[in-house]
C-alpha cells in the first residue's frame, strides 16, 4: 500500500525544492544556455547568407567583368574595322585622284605635245618652203643661162596652158 | 568562481562523509549489540521474503541503507522533522530510531497498520499518533542530491558557453539533448512563436526525470533511490504541468472545453455532458503522466529486484542452487539494466513531449 500512497513530506520538499531549482536553472542555466545556441545559430546563420551574398557578388562581379571585355573586344573590333575602313577608303581616294591628276597631266602634256609637234611641223613646212624656193631658185638661175631652154620652157608652159 | 564551486562540492562531500561513517558505523555497532537477541528469532521465522525485501527498497525510507554485513548495518541516517500538534516540532537523526527497534522522544517507526514503517508519535495510553511529517527521507535526500547534479551540471555549461561559442567536454554530450528537446519537442509542438516561455521547464522536467531515472539504476549511493517510480515526486511534476497548463490556457483552450465547437447542443444542455468529460480530462492528462512515470520506473526496479531476490529464494532451499541461480540473474539484471537505461530516456522523453504538447493545446490560436 505504501508504494501508492504519496507521502505528504516528500511533496511538500518536492514542490519546494523543485520549484527553487527550476527557478535557479531558469535564471542562470537554461536562460544564458538558450541565448547562446541562438545567438550561435543566427550568427552561424548570418555568416552563411553572408557567404552567399559574397558569392553572387563575385559572380555577379564575374559576369560584369566579363561583358565588360566583351563590350572591349567588340569596341576594340568596331574601332578596327573603321580604320580598316577609313583606310581603304583613304587609300581609294588617294587613287582616285591620282589617277585624276595623272589624267590630267597626261592630256595637258599630250596637248603641250601636238601644239609643239604643229608648230614644228608649221616651222619645218616653213622651211621646207624657204628651202624648196631657193633651191627652185638656185635651179631656175641655173636653167636660165641657156636662152634656149628658156624660151623652150616658156613655150612649153604656154602650150600646157593652151591646151587647159 | 568556477574554483569555489569545485571547492563548495568538495567540502559538502567532506561533510557527507564525516555524517556517515560515524553514524553508520556506531549504528551499526549498536545495532548489532541490540539486535543479537533478535537474530534467532529473526533466522527461525523468516526464511527470505522476497515481497518486503523488494518493497523495501522500492518505498521510501527513514534512512539510506548501503549494505549489510551479517547483522552489521552500514546506512546512511537522515534527519527526521516531524510535526506534533501534541509537542510541536521534533527533529533528530534518523539514526536514533535504530531501524525501528527503539523509541526517541516518544517517536517510534510504527510496526502495524495503517503506518507501517512511518514515524508515529506514541500517546501517553499507548496510542500511535501519526504526526506531520516533513523529514528528510531517501527520496528527498535524492531528490536534493539530484537536483544538485543538475545545478552543478548546467550552471558550468552555462558558463561555459558564456566563455567561447565553440562547445567542448560534457557540453557537447548536453547541447544535442537540449537542442533535441527544442527542435524536436517544444517547437512542433508549442510552436515557433511561443516555445521559448516553456524552455526552463521543459528541460528541467527532462533531466530531472532523465539523471534520477539513471541514479536509479546505480545500486550505490547517490544512486539506488526509487525517486521518480514514487507516486509523491511523479505527481509534483504532473501537478507543475497541470498548473502551468492551467495558467497559460487561452480562450480558445477554456472555449474547446466549456463551449466546445463542432459539439451538438444537446451534449451540451439540459445535461453538461461535454463540458464534465472536458473537464475531467483536464485532470486525467497530468494524472496519466504522473502515473506512467511512476509505474514503469517502480515496475523496473521491482522486476530488478525480483531477479535479485530469485537468487535467496533458491538459496534458501538448498545453499548451492542459490550459487546456481546467480549468474541466471546476473545475466537477465545486465539484460534489464540495458533495457532500463532505454526506458530512462523514453520515459524522460514521454513526459516532456507529452507535457509540451498540453502546453501547445493550452496555447494554440489556430481553430
Request: aromatic share 12%; with cysteine; hydrophobic share 45%.
Amino acid at each position: 500500500m505504501e508504494l501508492v500512497t504519496p507521502g505528504l513530506g516528500l511533496i511538500f520538499w518536492m514542490v519546494i525544492s523543485f520549484s527553487v531549482i527550476l527557478f535557479i536553472l531558469k535564471k542562470f542555466a537554461w536562460k544564458p544556455i538558450l541565448k547562446a545556441l541562438k545567438d550561435r545559430e543566427i550568427s552561424i546563420d548570418t555568416a552563411l547568407k553572408s557567404a552567399d551574398k559574397a558569392k553572387e557578388e563575385m559572380e555577379k562581379l564575374k559576369t560584369d567583368n566579363e561583358k565588360i571585355i566583351k563590350e572591349a573586344k567588340n569596341e576594340r573590333d568596331n574601332l578596327l574595322k573603321d580604320a580598316r575602313h577609313v583606310k581603304d577608303k583613304i587609300i581609294s581616294e588617294a587613287k582616285q585622284k591620282a589617277n585624276l591628276e595623272a589624267k590630267i597631266i597626261i592630256e595637258d602634256a599630250k596637248g603641250k605635245i601636238e601644239s609643239e609637234k604643229d608648230a614644228a611641223l608649221d616651222e619645218i613646212k616653213n622651211q621646207v618652203a624657204d628651202f624648196s624656193i631657193e633651191i627652185a631658185e638656185k635651179i631656175l638661175k641655173k636653167k636660165l643661162e641657156k636662152s634656149n631652154d628658156q624660151k623652150d620652157f616658156i613655150k612649153e608652159l604656154v602650150d600646157e596652158i593652151k591646151i587647159n | 568562481m568556477h574554483k569555489n564551486f569545485r571547492k563548495l562540492c568538495l567540502t559538502l562531500i567532506v561533510l557527507f562523509a564525516f555524517i556517515i561513517i560515524p553514524n553508520g558505523f556506531a549504528f551499526g555497532n549498536r545495532d548489532k549489540e541490540e539486535k543479537d537477541s533478535s537474530v534467532h528469532t529473526e533466522h527461525e521465522k523468516g526464511k527470505f521474503d522476497p515481497g518486503s525485501f523488494i518493497f523495501d527498497h522500492v518505498t521510501d525510507s527513514y534512512e539510506w541503507h548501503i549494505f549489510n554485513i551479517k547483522d552489521f548495518h552500514i546506512s546512511i541516517p537522515l534527519p527526521i522533522i516531524v510535526y506534533s500538534k501534541e509537542s510541536g516540532l521534533h527533529s533528530f537523526w534518523s539514526s536514533k530510531l535504530h531501524h525501528g527497534y527503539s523509541d526517541y522522544k516518544g517517536f517510534r517507526i510504527s510496526h502495524t497498520e495503517p503506518d507501517e514503517g512511518k514515524v508515529v508519535e506514541i500517546m501517553e495510553d499507548g496510542t500511535e499518533l501519526k504526526p506531520l511529517d516533513f523529514s528528510i527521507t531517501k527520496n528527498v535526500f535524492a531528490v536534493f542530491i539530484s537536483l544538485g547534479f543538475l545545478l552543478w551540471i548546467f550552471i558550468s555549461i552555462a558558463r561555459k558557453y558564456n566563455k567561447s561559442k565553440v562547445p567542448n567536454g560534457f557540453q557537447n554530450a548536453m547541447e544535442p539533448i537540449i537542442l533535441f528537446i527544442r527542435d524536436d519537442v517544444a517547437k512542433p509542438a508549442i510552436g515557433e512563436e511561443k516555445y521559448e516561455k516553456y524552455m526552463p521547464f521543459l528541460l528541467s522536467v527532462f533531466f530531472f526525470i532523465l539523471i534520477n531515472n539513471l541514479l536509479g539504476l546505480v545500486p550505490i549511493p547517490p544512486g539506488g533511490a526509487n525517486v521518480t517510480g514514487n507516486l509523491a515526486v511523479t505527481g509534483v511534476l504532473a501537478l507543475f504541468t497541470l498548473a502551468i497548463t492551467t495558467i497559460n490556457g487561452n480562450k480558445y483552450y477554456w472555449k474547446e472545453i466549456y463551449d466546445a465547437p463542432g459539439v451538438p447542443w444537446w451534449l451540451k444542455i439540459p445535461i453538461p455532458l461535454m463540458p464534465i468529460i472536458e473537464t475531467v480530462g483536464l485532470f486525467t492528462k497530468p494524472f496519466v503522466l504522473m502515473i506512467r512515470l511512476f509505474a514503469n520506473i517502480a515496475a523496473g526496479h521491482i522486476i530488478a529486484m525480483g531477479f535479485f531476490s530469485l537468487i535467496f529464494i533458491f538459496g534458501d532451499i538448498i545453499p548451492y542452487l542459490g550459487y546456481a541461480v546467480s549468474p541466471v540473474t546476473l545475466v537477465f539484471t545486465v539484460f534489464m539494466s540495458v533495457i532500463e537505461i532505454l526506458v530512462a530516456f523514453v520515459q524522460a522523453y514521454v513526459f516532456t513531449l507529452l507535457s509540451a504538447i498540453y502546453f501547445g493545446m493550452a496555447t494554440n490560436e489556430h481553430h
